[in-house]
């Protein structure tokens, strides 16, 4: 007798038929839930784009204005 999970080809219809509804089932599942995780990646991937835009938005308005420290001397803060 062979695995439920892989029937011989003279095994009756209603049990390779269940057989195969089980499969289809735990697959519609795994196709559901690599959906889901992969949706919230680009949602991640949209959240750190917009981020980074800002962030480099910011560095060009900080040099702009010569805020970006690059002239600064490299001394130990007042509190050390």
Wanted: hydrophobic share 30%; proline share 9%; aromatic share 2%.
């Amino acid at each position: 007798m062979s695995h439920p999970a892989n029937p011989a080809p003279g095994e009756n219809g209603p049990q390779r038929m269940q057989i195969v509804e089980e499969r289809l089932s735990f697959q519609q599942k795994a196709i559901d839930d690599l959906s889901a995780a992969l949706a919230a990646q680009q949602r991640d991937i949209e959240r750190l784009t917009r981020e980074l835009r800002d962030c480099r938005t910011t560095i060009e308005h900080l040099q702009a204005a010569g805020l970006d420290g690059g002239d600064l001397p490299h001394e130990k803060p007042p509190h050390y």
